[in-house]
């Protein structure tokens, strides 16, 4: 049976060599939304008809203390909006596996006190 602290620290490593490029991360979620215009007429607002204009879509970061940033994405910087998104949620998700591996060795050094 091969050791199973090298095996813990090999694949950290590999996760490590993994991490995706964090300079583009960004915090938050993309939200669409509808708007009405309130031009009278408007044959997309017309009450109960009309769903509005769009969708615009948004990003809505929480910021704590129940304060939200919300920043209107216009259509050509969508694409790189989610990239920047996926690369945030994949980083997070690396660095979770990490830490277990993490508390999986220590546990282990314990062990072998
Ligand atoms: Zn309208």
């Known amino acids: 049976m091969k050791d199973r602290i090298a095996d813990l620290i090999a694949s950290r490593k590999h996760l490590v060599r993994r991490l995706p490029d964090p300079s583009t991360i960004l915090p938050g979620s993309l939200l669409s939304r509808m708007v009405r215009c309130n031009k009278p007429g408007c044959r997309y607002c017309e009450k109960g008809k009309g769903k509005g204009h769009g969708p615009i879509?948004?990003?809505s970061v929480s910021l704590g203390n129940r304060?939200?940033?919300?920043?209107?994405?216009?259509t050509e910087m969508k694409a790189e909006?989610?990239?920047?998104?996926?690369?945030?949620?994949?980083?997070?998700?690396?660095?979770?596996?990490?830490?277990?591996?993490?508390?999986?060795?220590?546990?282990?050094?314990?062990?072998r006190r």
């Open 81 to 111: 909006v989610e990239e920047g998104l996926r690369t945030s949620a994949q980083m997070q998700k690396s660095l979770r596996q990490i830490a277990r591996v993490n508390l999986d060795l220590l546990e282990e050094r314990k062990r």
């Open 67 to 74: 304060r939200v940033r919300q920043i209107p994405i216009p």
């Open 57 to 59: 879509w948004i990003l």
